[in-house]
C-alpha cells in the first residue's frame, strides 16, 4: 500500500470536483469576467463576513499581498518565529514589502498574552515602525496547534491598542473550526484580513483566498496583477475551491481524528521519544537515541509511507483528504512491526 503523509498539499480533486471543474463557466479573470471566480470570492467573503475576497496562486502569495497592503517600507510586522511567513516563504516580506520581522518567542507557534503588547516598539527614529501583527491559525510548524477565538481576540487587541493591524494566516483555519465549532464569521469579525488555503486538506489543486475590505482588496489585486498573479481563465481552479469550501470542510474532523490515531500509536513506541500534541491533521514526533529522521523515513519509504522530516530527528506525518481509515490501519501496523 501507498501512503502519502508527506503534507495535506498531496490531495488530488475527487471525481465530483473534476466535474464541477469541467462544468465551470470561464472568463478572464484579469478583466473581472470570470463568473466562476466571481462567485468563489464572493461565496467565501460572506463566509467570513468580510467585505471582498482575491483568488490567488497560492498561500504565500495571499500572505504576502496582506503585508505588502497592511505596511510601507522600513515598518515591522510582529509575529512568532514559527509563523510560515518567516519560515517558509523565503524573506520575501524584505524584498516585496521592505519591512523586518519582530518575532516572538511563545508556545507551539502561538504567542501568548501580553506578548504582543511587550514586543511594539516605542517610536524612535532609530527603530522600525511597529505596524501589523501575523497569527497562524492552526499554526503547521507548532505541531497544528489551534488559538481559540478569546485568544486570538486579546493578541488582537493588543495590537489594535498600539494602532496596528492584524493578519491571520488561516492556511489550515477550518481544520481548527471543525474542532472548535468557532464560525468563519467570528473570526473575519477579528481581523483585518485573513488568508485560507483551499489547496491543503480541502482538496482543491491550486488556489488561496485572501479576504479583506474592500479597499484594501481592490489594492491587493494590482499588486497580484504586477507581481504575475493575475490569472485568465481562473475559473477552472476556482470551481474546485467552491467545491471544496461547499464539501470538504466538514470532513477534516475525520483528518483530525486520524492525526491523533497516529500520536497515539506513536507514544507506544519504543523508538520515539516524544510526540507533539495532535490538536489538527499534523502530528510531529521526536526519535528516541542517536536515530535520524532520515533513516528512519527511508525505513518507512521501503514500505509505502511518504512523510518529511522537520530536524534531524523530528519527524512529521500530515493526513488528509486522500489518506484513507485502511490507510491509517496500515501506517499503524508498520510503525508497530518497525524494529527497536
Ligand atoms: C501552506 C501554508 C501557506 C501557503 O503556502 P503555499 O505553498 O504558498 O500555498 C501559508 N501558511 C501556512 C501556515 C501554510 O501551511
Keep these: 500500500m501507498q501512503v502519502n503523509l508527506t503534507s495535506d498539499t498531496a490531495t488530488r480533486p475527487t471525481p465530483e470536483m473534476l466535474q464541477a471543474m469541467f462544468a465551470a463557466t470561464v472568463g478572464d479573470d484579469v478583466f473581472r469576467q470570470d463568473p466562476t471566480v466571481n462567485t468563489l470570492e464572493e461565496f467565501a467573503a460572506n463566509l467570513f463576513g468580510m467585505e471582498a475576497a482575491l483568488f490567488c496562486p497560492s498561500g504565500t502569495m495571499t500572505n504576502q499581498l496582506a503585508i505588502k497592503c497592511h505596511t510601507q517600507a522600513l515598518d515591522e510586522v510582529i509575529c512568532e518565529e514559527k509563523s510560515h511567513i518567516f519560515q517558509y516563504e523565503g524573506g520575501v516580506y524584505s524584498m516585496i514589502s521592505s519591512v523586518s520581522l519582530n518575532l516572538i518567542q511563545g508556545e507551539r507557534g502561538k504567542i501568548l498574552p ?3 503588547a511587550a514586543a511594539v516598539k516605542p517610536r524612535y527614529d532609530w527603530l522600525p515602525i511597529s505596524r501589523l501583527l501575523v497569527l497562524e491559525n492552526t499554526c503547521n510548524k507548532g505541531g497544528g496547534s489551534i488559538y481559540r477565538l478569546p485568544e486570538a481576540r486579546e493578541l488582537v487587541k493588543e495590537a489594535r491598542e498600539h494602532g496596528l493591524a492584524a493578519h491571520l494566516d488561516g492556511a489550515r483555519l477550518f481544520n481548527a473550526l471543525v474542532e472548535t465549532g468557532e464560525s468563519p464569521a467570528d473570526w473575519g469579525a477579528t481581523f483585518d484580513t485573513i488568508s485560507i488555503c483551499l489547496s491543503k486538506g480541502l ?12 479597499e484594501l482588496i481592490d489594492r491587493a489585486r494590482r499588486y497580484r496583477k504586477v507581481i504575475g498573479g493575475g490569472m485568465r481563465q481562473a475559473g477552472y481552479l476556482a470551481a474546485a475551491g467552491h467545491f471544496a469550501l461547499q464539501h470538504h470542510v466538514d470532513r477534516l474532523a475525520e483528518d483530525n481524528a486520524r492525526a491523533r490515531r497516529l500520536a497515539a500509536t506513536l507514544e ?7 510526540v507533539e500534541r495532535a490538536e489538527t491533521n499534523i502530528c510531529i514526533f521526536h526519535l528516541a537515541g542517536d536515530r535520524q529522521a532520515s533513516d ?16 534531524p530527528q523530528t519527524v512529521r506525518f500530515t493526513t488528509h483528504l486522500d489518506v484513507t481509515e485502511p490507510m491509517i490501519d496500515y501506517v499503524l501496523e508498520t510503525l508497530t512491526s518497525l524494529e527497536d
Design 114 to 116: 501580553g506578548q504582543v
Design 203 to 214: 482538496g482543491a489543486p491550486v488556489g488561496s483566498l485572501l479576504l479583506g475590505p474592500q
Design 268 to 274: 507506544r513506541m519504543p523508538y520515539v521519544k516524544a
Design 296 to 311: 528512519f523515513l527511508d525505513q518507512l519509504a521501503e514500505r509505502g509511507i511518504q512523510a518529511v522530516p522537520f530536524g
